[in-house]
């Protein structure tokens, strides 16, 4: 399974137009376009997390996810995260950790740069039981239950 993305590249600094607007920043709070290949045969839904595991919270952030994606579908244009209208029939977001449910940019506190995790999941059911208010962590949990194959790429903020 693979995983790129048109609007950054694994290892590289988050473009600013993906980040939070608010906390101090005043980025675009877009999500940035992922898309996934070489999924495996008997993937019955995906689901999209963006995390960052470095959050000084104790338990991480939870930026982004999308769940209940057919397999049909191969990508998420830029711009999908901003409501569930965005994104592809049946799919929908949980709620981020900044408590809407959508795509909530990066916002880590200067120093250190953070790693943006995305990460697409394979799973052997065709739907898990979330919704808008379902957090990021509850979604991580029925994946894990259900998963056959991921790929992730990773992006930093603040710049070093």
Request: aromatic residues 12%.
């Amino acid at each position: 399974m693979k995983i790129y993305s048109h609007s950054m590249k694994n290892g590289d600094n988050l473009p600013f137009k993906f980040v939070f607007n608010g906390l101090g920043y005043d980025g675009g709070n877009t999500s940035p376009h992922i898309g996934w290949s070489d999924i495996p045969e008997n993937t019955r839904s995906l689901i999209l997390t963006c995390y960052d595991p470095q959050a000084p919270s104790g338990s991480g952030w939870w930026h982004w996810t999308v769940a209940n994606i057919s397999p049909e579908v191969n990508e998420l244009a830029e711009n999908a995260g901003e409501s569930n209208a965005r994104l592809p029939q049946g799919a929908t977001h949980t709620r981020n950790d900044y408590g809407q449910a959508n795509y909530g940019g990066a916002a880590a506190a200067a120093g250190e740069p953070h790693g943006y995790i995305f990460t697409v999941y394979a799973l052997n059911v065709s739907h898990i039981d979330v919704d808008e208010m379902s957090s990021g962590a509850m979604a991580g949990f029925l994946l894990n239950q259900h998963k056959i194959a991921e790929a992730s790429l990773t992006v930093y903020f603040p710049y070093a």
